[in-house]
């Protein structure tokens, strides 16, 4: 890897400074934005500011992943961030480049139990809990559901649309935005016989194997026990699965 730094006419030192940027930034980022993916253009950024070759940014990124992984214990995972299923046909057909569609989150490598012990914050916990309940609802839909009918679901938990001081979640509809921020959610607005409905879809964080295994199992062991109270009982199931939501 040197090598390829001293053939771009970049010292050590210099490369070092851009990792340590990159990884200050994701960290920072990550904390301030709850979560929120990191668009790989604004780790590019970091990098083209001072130097212009046009392969650096990827040695940069790549070692920052690397980096934070074996000194923080953290998995930066690469999104591919997904188009609503009614644009993919366009999608296909679009210019975007790969990159343009990248993006980045970052994943405690801890086990599963020392995270729930020493890193996880409590006091958030009601938050995961929340986005495992509404992507279940929508996973039971079949991955995709209008806004009316998801709020109709939550409101069977307490959970109101209209609630904008609820004493755990706040602002309930600000609550629910935040997940299509997080790209657990995308959602989009569909002209129908009825005119204009938002509609909800699963998207890539919800569709990951390690989350929707997770939540296949729980799920099943609902519907197994007690269909008919499916979703009264779902959001106690589910918020036994904290710990897979990342």
């Not at 074996?70 to 961030?81: A, P, Q, T, V, Y």
């Not at 938990?157 to 706040?170: M, T, V, Y």
Request: net charge neutral; glycine share 4%; proline share 3%.
């Amino acid at each position: 890897m040197e090598e390829e730094y001293s053939q771009l006419d970049i010292s050590i030192q210099e490369k070092d400074k851009l990792v340590a940027e990159v990884i200050r930034y994701v960290l920072f980022k990550t904390h301030q934005s709850s979560g929120c993916p990191i668009r790989r253009e604004e780790l590019t950024q970091i990098v083209t500011k001072n130097y212009h070759q046009r392969s650096l940014p990827s040695l940069v990124i790549n070692e920052a992943r690397e980096k934070l992984s074996s000194i923080f214990g953290f998995d930066m995972k690469e999104l591919n961030r997904m188009r609503p299923s009614s644009n993919r046909p366009a999608a296909r057909a679009s210019q975007q480049s790969n990159a343009d569609a990248k993006s980045y989150v970052i994943i405690s490598k801890l086990p599963a139990d020392q995270y729930t012990k020493y890193v996880e914050n409590k006091e958030a916990s009601h938050l995961t809990g929340f986005a495992f309940v509404v992507i279940g609802i929508i996973h039971l839909a079949g991955g995709k559901l209008s806004e009316e009918n998801i709020w109709h679901q939550l409101k069977k938990l307490g959970i109101s649309e209209s609630d904008e001081r609820n004493p755990i979640f706040g602002n309930c509809k600000q609550t629910l935005d935040m997940l299509v921020q997080q790209r657990y959610l995308q959602k989009e607005k569909v002209t129908g016989p009825e005119g204009n409905i938002v509609m909800y879809e699963l998207a890539e964080r919800a569709l990951d194997e390690s989350i929707s295994a997770e939540l296949k199992k729980y799920i099943s062991q609902v519907w197994d026990n007690e269909e008919i109270k499916l979703l009264f009982n779902l959001h106690t199931v589910l918020f036994q699965s904290l710990k897979y939501l990342y």
